[in-house]
Nanobody, 128 residues
Framework: QVQLVEAGGGLVQAGASLTLSCAPS????????MGWFRQAPGKEREFVAA????????VYAESLKGRFTISRDNGKNSVYLQMNNLKPEDTAVYYC?????????????????????WGQGTQVTVSS
């Protein structure tokens, strides 16, 4: 069992930046592909970004490319989501997710049902 804990959410003004972090409890993330998802009120959970074990393999939601950056530090056993130029429409609960990486996969998974473990989420609110 992998327990994930997100941190770094908060209330910011439009145009600001935030960095979310995700760390596991009692397990190394080195063997896992990691993803970030978000869910706004009344909407379905949507894919944000994902990263394979290999830190060079990342994938993003098309609409977020250029503003959001996913990264990982296996030495610190953490995954990060850098969010720049935040907009009110980025307001959502952001979730970290993990699943054992499949080496044959070209990219990290992008569907919620592909992930085995989820964090509790961290709220990001962007005011206009």
């Amino acid at each position: 069992q992998v327990q994930l804990v997100e941190a770094g959410g908060g209330l910011v003004q439009a145009g600001a930046s935030l960095t979310l972090s995700c760390a596991p409890s009692g397990r190394t993330l080195s063997f896992y592909a990691m993803g970030w998802f978000r869910q706004a009120p009344g909407k379905e959970r949507e894919f944000v970004a994902a990263i394979k074990r290999s830190m060079s393999s990342t994938v993003y939601a098309e609409s977020l490319k250029g503003r959001f950056t996913i990264s990982r530090d296996n030495g610190k056993n953490s995954v990060y989501l850098q969010m720049n130029n935040l907009k009110p429409e980025d307001t959502a609960v952001y979730y970290c997710a993990a699943r054992l990486d499949v080496l044959a996969d070209f990219t990290a998974p992008q569907r919620t049902d592909e992930y085995s473990y989820w964090g509790q989420g961290t709220q990001v609110t962007v005011s206009s």
